[in-house]
């Protein structure tokens, strides 16, 4: 019996790790490094190599962009849809799934200047 408890206690210890291990796998990551969020940022994902769980960090003015989750077509068109998730608080996080996601700035004029990108995580 003593036996049984202690392979149980192991492998709960185990899962243990290994759920701690998958939580600090993930990174926040801050969009634009040190300029944040601006003009520009199209090319920032450029070498970068993203996992999904990690965390995007985009930092600008609250009042003077935001950030709305688009597709493909909405990226190329810069343009977002009824409905798009739209962030406005300044300091949005946004937690990557697997695949390709889509961000631009919706305030005129903003996207079209280079306040997008596609991040690709694996």
Do not use: Q
């Amino acid at each position: 019996m003593a036996g049984r408890s202690y392979i149980a206690a192991l492998a709960l210890v185990c899962l243990c790790l290994f759920y701690h291990l998958e939580i600090t796998a993930a990174a926040e990551i801050p969009v634009g490094d040190s300029d944040g969020w601006s003009f520009d940022v199209g090319n920032w994902p450029n070498g970068k190599t993203f996992k999904a769980g990690d965390v995007l960090v985009f930092k600008y003015d609250e009042g003077s962009h935001n950030v709305v989750v688009v597709d493909a077509e909405g990226y190329d068109s810069c343009t977002a849809k009824s409905g798009s998730k739209t962030y406005t608080s300044g300091t949005d996080k946004i937690t990557l799934a697997k695949g390709t996601s889509y961000f631009i700035c919706s305030y005129p004029g903003h996207c079209d200047g280079g306040m997008k990108i596609k991040v690709v995580a694996n």
